[in-house]
């Protein structure tokens, strides 16, 4: 899987939109450098970014600098990390902790884990490098550290998960669930880094859409483009339509009965999480699937 990370960068709705077509499927902001080093520059982005990447239907999460003892307090911390989330807080997959500060000790990343654990958010994720690790961490190999998965940077330009090849610490092949490939890259305007992501690296939330009220709105749109009389689409309806002319152009019933995260997500951004006036009372589910079918069948004659 496809993933980017960015941290002073502002990436807009259309770059987002953009790089979702050319396959990338995570965006990962990060949301505290450690302390208040350009600590402005990230407030000045990191809301919008996971905003416009989720709106694309990209998948966001974040990740947040481990530091020293002696730097500031754990809810200092937290609360720089919540404000530069803003509301995306509560939609982000997890917040990775990034160890890569000479001087940070194994008890104050569990320490920010746990305080990431208790404002809502998963933290089973740890970034470093092998430099760093050998370098700063004396190649720790405490078995504590295995509570959190392995993203690992290996700047070798090679999109897969080698880490089998060079290890360090107490990791293995099978905890590990993503590399960062290549260091700050240009990408259309953006400073990114590039990853490979294995599918664990998020694991699926419960649905944040209704499916059953997501397939009426796409019935309601079905049915007003094969019959004029039931009126013209609405501005919402029209900007669905124009985005997502996929959904009608193809058999789509197998998309609906198990829609992947970006799919959810992107629908969900493009009509709000959808709540339609156009609900279908007394019909099933599957009624309605046969019907967009039924209807995309008409429509393609």
């Known amino acids: 899987m496809k993933g980017l990370d960015v941290a002073f960068s502002a990436v807009s709705l259309a770059w987002c939109r953009a790089r979702y077509a050319e396959g990338w499927r995570v965006l990962v902001q990060n949301l505290w450098t450690g302390g208040y080093a350009g600590n402005d520059g990230l407030r000045a982005v990191a809301r919008n970014n996971l905003a416009n990447a989720k709106g694309a239907g990209l998948r966001i999460a974040g990740y947040a600098n481990a530091s020293p003892p002696d ?5 200092v911390q937290m609360r720089e990390i919540r404000r530069n989330a ?8 997890h917040v990775s902790i990034d160890v890569e500060i000479p001087g940070v000790t194994l008890a104050r990343t569990l320490e920010l884990a746990d305080a990431i654990i208790a404002a809502g958010q998963r933290a089973d994720i740890l970034y470093t490098a092998r430099w760093f690790w050998t370098g ?12 959190f998965k392995l993203w690992n940077a290996d700047y070798d330009g090679d999109p897969d998960i080698d880490f089998g090849s060079a290890p360090y610490g107490p990791w293995m092949m099978a905890d590990v669930v993503g590399e960062q490939y290549q260091g700050t890259t240009q990408l259309a305007g953006a400073a990114v880094d590039l990853n490979t992501f294995s599918e664990t690296f998020i694991t699926e939330q419960e649905d944040e859409m209704d499916i059953a009220a997501l ?6 749109i079905q049915k007003k483009l094969n019959d004029p009389t039931r009126g013209p689409l609405s501005a ?3 900007a669905f339509y124009e985005r997502f002319q996929g959904l009608f152009a193809l058999a789509h019933q197998d998309m609906l009965k198990a829609p992947s995260k970006g799919q959810r997500d992107g629908l969900s951004a493009a ?7 156009a609900t279908v009372e007394g019909v099933t589910l599957e009624q309605v699937r046969d019907e967009i079918d039924a209807a995309s069948l008409k429509a393609s004659r």
């Open 271 to 277: 009509v709000g999480h959808p709540h339609p006036a």
């Open 86 to 93: 803003g509301d995306m807080w509560p939609h982000l997959e």
């Open 215 to 220: 397939t009426a709105y796409l019935y309601d």
């Open 136 to 147: 700063h961490m004396s190649n720790s190999k405490d078995a504590r550290w295995r509570r």
């Open 71 to 75: 730097w500031w307090p754990i809810d």
């Open 236 to 238: 919402e309806q029209q």
